[in-house]
């Protein structure tokens, strides 16, 4: 099965052209992409940034096909947040969030991320996604900060 793929620029998804024609995605960068950079609806317990009472979230998450399903993740919480440790650990428990369905839909054996910060306003996600036929897969992302 293939997606019409996407291309990341650091700020957000664009879809990918071939010439005239759109370029599909056979493997599951299109997919990482829509976890990570979709922003989930912060739980109840979240702070949100700002002075927003916005929970944000995908308006589709309201009827999903398997009760408690949820698309994106809640990299957008840290937005305004300092470039700390603490930060950095919330920043890969938000993304593994987002990629965990790869695990219970079974197109993963294993998904694991690493965050860091190469330059200062850049967080870097780094993607390793172990196939059950035993293949890996690594994507790396990296984020400006303003865009979270």
Do not use: H
């Not at 096909?65 to 698309?71: E, N, S, T």
């Not at 197109?107 to 200062?120: K, Q």
């Amino acid at each position: 099965m293939s997606d019409l793929a996407l291309i990341y620029d650091g700020y957000g998804c664009d879809l990918a052209l071939d010439g005239n024609d759109l370029q599909l995605d056979d493997g599951l960068n299109t997919a990482i992409l829509v976890s990570l950079f979709s922003d989930r609806r912060a739980r109840t317990d979240d702070q949100l940034p700002g002075a927003s009472d916005d929970r944000r979230g995908w308006w589709a998450d309201a009827y999903p096909q398997i009760d408690g399903d949820l698309i994106g993740s809640r990299l957008w919480l840290l937005s305004r947040e300092k470039e700390l440790a603490e930060t950095l650990r919330r920043a890969r428990e938000y993304a593994q969030e987002a990629l965990d369905w790869l695990v219970a839909d079974g197109i993963a054996a294993r998904v694991e991320v690493t965050s860091s910060v190469p330059r200062r306003g850049v967080l870097q996600l780094a993607v390793a996604v172990r196939r059950a036929d035993g293949r890996q897969e690594n994507y790396q992302y990296d984020v400006l900060w303003e865009s979270l």
